[in-house]
């Protein structure tokens, strides 16, 4: 199995896109194919990660992906299927495209000149359950990536003790001039993104916190892609585990899209075994927004919204009483244009 950096640096010839560069030199592009497949573990939130050599910054975790080629494969989509096949063993059920990650500099190796790799990112929603064989590969909790968007158990201290003083600190240091090409200062980007004074905490803006905390320079891929902004910091925290390339900032975007999509579209159930009780439908919807939800509420909420539909039958739980066992009940999909689980969480 070729490692993650021999997968970048591989050449073929029928994936690069030439043109015309200054002084008639010919660059090329490569197109490579990314997937975040997430699912729920264990009521937590997973990420299937690939691990490879160390980098520069000692990251060792990444998504999986491979170089699209169009002479095997006749879309993108099925170049990232066969891709994270061969890598993972895993054949993908719900996909979707999540966005084009071009930026230079995001390879991350010092003197490249190799070929300039554009990433297309897809998001893949899956079960994870204990029949779930991976040739490669492992399943890594989010979390352990963003530990400050865990909202389980309350604000996460990570965000006062740590984060906080820091961005502060970083965004007094240069005033920024409200600008037709800078709308918003540092200071209040920090505000809205990270929900300071007063402000409220948005559970769908992942990225934004993510590249903000990277503008600072105070996570390792920003020291490691040789940021300014990292060389300031005499001591910079550790603040989750960094990735391979900018495979973190491509988990953030997924994040960020299941976040906001299970609102409006019933993908929680691709998350979910076909029968399940309310409570585990509930934990699985926690772990996924980050905070703890009202039971009452969100059993009103989903029932209400004709999302679900007993089975009739139960569950033994020791020590309790049965619980009622539920699936997810398909005609709400030809009754309601938005049948999402429209949960809102408050602030903590």
């Not at 491979?66 to 170049?79: A, K, L, V």
């Not at 300039?116 to 079960?127: F, K, M, N, P, Q």
């Not at 740590?162 to 005033?175: H, K, M, T, Y």
């Not at 993510?210 to 001591?235: H, N, P």
Request: hydrophobic share 40%; glycine share 8%; proline share 6%.
């Amino acid at each position: 199995m070729n490692s993650p950096t021999e997968l970048r640096r591989s050449a073929v010839s029928a994936n690069r896109i030439v043109a015309l560069a200054p002084r008639s030199e010919l660059a090329s592009v490569e197109i490579g194919l990314n997937a975040a497949i997430v699912a729920v573990a264990n009521n937590e939130p997973v990420a299937l990660i690939i691990r490879g050599e160390s980098d520069v910054a000692g990251a060792t975790d990444g998504l999986p992906f491979g170089p699209f080629s169009p002479r095997e494969h006749r879309t993108f989509e099925i170049g990232l299927r066969d891709w994270v096949r061969a890598q993972t063993g895993v054949e993908l059920g719900y996909a979707e495209q999540l966005y084009t990650f071009g930026d230079r500099g995001r390879s991350a190796d010092p003197g490249d000149v190799g070929p300039h790799v554009v990433s297309i990112g897809y998001l893949a929603l899956t079960e994870a359950n204990s029949s779930f064989e991976l040739a490669r590969g492992s399943w890594n909790s989010w979390y352990h990536y963003f530990p400050w968007e865990d909202w389980r158990k309350g604000r996460p201290g990570i965000l006062e003790a740590v984060i906080e003083p820091r961005l502060r600190d970083w965004a007094s240091r240069l005033a920024m001039h409200v600008s037709s090409t800078q709308p918003v200062s540092r200071q209040e980007r920090v505000r809205i993104c990270f929900g300071f004074d007063g402000a409220s905490w948005d559970e769908e803006k992942v990225l934004e916190r993510f590249e903000l905390l990277y503008e600072a320079g105070l996570v390792d891929e920003a020291a490691r892609d040789g940021r300014d902004s990292a060389k300031t910091w005499q001591e910079r925290p550790q603040l989750g585990t960094p990735m391979q390339f900018d495979h973190r900032r491509i988990l953030a975007t997924a994040i960020g899209r299941v976040r906001a999509k299970i609102k409006y579209r019933p993908v929680i159930f691709e998350l979910m075994p076909s029968e399940f009780t309310l409570y585990e439908l509930q934990r699985t919807v926690e772990a996924i927004l980050g905070p703890h939800l009202h039971k009452q509420n969100f059993r009103r909420l989903v029932e209400g919204a004709g999302l679900v539909e007993p089975t009739g039958e139960v569950r033994m739980r020791t020590g309790g009483r049965p619980a009622k066992l539920f699936r997810f009940r398909r005609e709400v999909l030809l009754e309601r244009p938005a049948p999402g689980v429209r949960v809102k969480p408050g602030k903590s």
